[in-house]
């Protein structure tokens, strides 16, 4: 068998675009023929991957998976992202985000989770490697985020549901409790929903950012003090507008959206007393689709398709 070198692996990687350990094995394949190894990439998928690769991909879905654990539970959301909103109706692609988000419940490093294998036996990468082969688009896991309670739920929410567990918008919030399990999903759910509107900062004001406390207290200070009033007037304005502040972005401290009369920390204070046991909110996350992600600006579809057919 021929001599894999390094620098006969580089060649296929700059001939072809692969990753470094295919090209490896596209070389071991054939014998370190290049030639042969290209077809073989190609014949894998994998070239034709590699050139999507730098495609901008904000589409796709966020993916929800749960696990009931006995008295404990385990919930993750996985944004697993496409080049298009049409990708998110494939059958092909909506299998492979569930796939993807049940790895997910056991770790939820996204290099973790490319790097495993799904239940049915296909490592992650090579599963969307093969996805973009077959569809073409560029692909990714880009996000997870997993929450575990040794007793409790993790509840969930999907926002604009395209199939069950699927959505552009997926959150989980873990409620901590030895109370009625039914009911405490309920609560979970309720609240995740409420996330999923309001889009909190943070999940109490201890939790908040400083940075983002101090930015807004200069914006509030100098919108103050343009009133001309004294400054231990200006200070005080500025204590209450802060306050108000928390109440806009702080999770325990919003009014709840299905009852604007109450906090969501009121809204857990009453079931608590319900159910006759303490209960606590552990954390939430809202993974929205696309979320940071800078898009191209270009023209609309049908502007493209017009274009094309013009002459």
């Known amino acids: 068998m021929a001599e894999i070198t390094a620098a006969l692996v580089?060649?296929?990687?700059?001939?072809?675009?692969?990753?470094?350990?295919?090209?490896?094995?596209a070389l071991q394949e054939t014998d370190?023929?290049?030639?042969?190894?290209?077809?073989?990439?190609?014949?894998?998928?994998?070239?034709?991957?590699a050139k999507k690769s730098d495609r901008v991909a904000a589409?796709?879905?966020?993916?929800?998976?749960?696990?009931?654990?006995?008295?404990?539970?385990?919930?993750?959301?996985?944004?697993?992202?496409?080049?298009?909103?049409?990708?998110?109706?494939?059958?092909?692609?909506?299998?492979?985000?569930?796939a993807i988000a049940a790895v997910g419940l056991d770790n939820d490093d996204v290099a973790a989770i490319t790097a495993s294998k799904t239940a049915g036996g296909e490592v992650v990468s090579e599963l969307l490697t093969n996805l973009i082969a077959t569809i073409g688009e560029n692909m990714m896991v880009r996000r997870a985020k997993r929450f575990h309670v040794a007793e409790g739920v993790v509840a969930n929410y999907v926002h604009n549901q395209a199939a069950?567990?699927?959505?552009?918008?997926?959150?989980?919030v873990a409620v901590e409790g030895a109370g009625d399990k039914a009911k405490l999903n309920e609560l979970g759910r309720k609240i995740a929903m409420h996330v999923a509107a309001t889009n909190p900062m943070s999940l109490s004001v201890n939790d908040l950012d400083p940075a983002a406390v101090e930015k807004e207290k200069i914006i509030l200070t100098e919108q103050a003090l343009e009133s001309?009033?004294?400054p231990a007037v200006v200070e005080k304005m500025v204590e209450g507008r802060i306050r108000k502040f928390y109440e806009?972005?702080?999770?325990?401290?919003?009014?709840?959206?299905?009852?604007?009369?109450?906090?969501?920390?009121?809204?857990?204070?009453?079931?608590?007393?319900?159910?006759?046991?303490?209960?606590?909110?552990?954390?939430?996350?809202?993974?929205?689709?696309?979320?940071?992600?800078e898009k191209p600006v270009g023209p609309d579809?049908?502007?493209?398709?017009?274009?094309?057919?013009?002459?």
């Open 32 to 49: 370190g023929n290049i030639e042969a190894a290209i077809d073989w990439l190609r014949t894998k998928g994998l070239s034709k991957a």
């Open 301 to 311: 579809f049908a502007t493209e398709v017009a274009s094309m057919t013009k002459g």
């Open 228 to 230: 001309g009033k004294p």
């Open 10 to 25: 580089k060649d296929l990687r700059e001939t072809s675009g692969a990753g470094m350990m295919d090209c490896k094995r």
């Open 248 to 293: 806009e972005v702080v999770l325990l401290k919003q009014a709840f959206v299905m009852n604007p009369d109450q906090t969501v920390e009121a809204l857990v204070e009453a079931t608590a007393k319900e159910l006759g046991s303490p209960i606590k909110v552990a954390g939430f996350v809202r993974l929205a689709l696309g979320e940071g992600v």
């Open 164 to 172: 069950p567990g699927l959505g552009k918008i997926g959150v989980l």
């Open 59 to 98: 589409e796709g879905l966020v993916a929800v998976a749960a696990r009931d654990e006995g008295k404990g539970a385990s919930a993750v959301a996985v944004e697993v992202n496409a080049e298009t909103d049409f990708v998110a109706r494939n059958e092909l692609f909506q299998n492979a985000a569930r």
